[in-house]
């Protein structure tokens, strides 16, 4: 089982900044698509950011701008440094591996635990 160690989240004010980590095994950490997506109450799971091993990003459109991802295959850490926070970017944070598992041909997803992210005055 790969385990995925959030840290980061809080409350902030409107306008805010906060930097969310994901510390992931090093065993899989260098091969994965490393992603955020955060899911607000009543709300359906949303990609926040992705970066692949290749060090390509891809935004949702409501963080571009805004939001920066980043990845340490040193610390096998991913980190999504969030700006200018909105009331609307409240939600859990989650974080993601999508990764080929050594000995199987799919790719598989894990999952943190989730980190809330609370932007209120």
């Known amino acids: 089982q790969v385990q995925l160690v959030e840290s980061g989240g809080g409350l902030v004010q409107p306008g805010g900044s906060l930097r969310l980590s994901c510390a992931a095994p090093?065993?899989?950490?260098?091969?994965?698509?490393m992603g955020w997506y955060r899911q607000a109450p009543g709300k359906q799971r949303e990609l926040v950011a992705y970066i692949t091993n290749g060090d390509t990003i891809t935004y949702g459109d409501s963080v571009k701008g805004r939001f920066t991802i980043s990845r340490d295959d040193a610390e096998n850490t991913v980190y999504l440094q969030m700006n200018s926070l909105k009331p609307e970017d409240t939600a859990v944070y989650y974080c993601n591996a999508h990764v080929v598992l050594q000995y199987t041909s799919d790719p598989s997803d894990f999952w943190g635990q989730g980190t809330q992210v609370t932007v209120s005055s």
């Open positions: 090093g065993t899989i950490f260098s091969r994965a698509v």
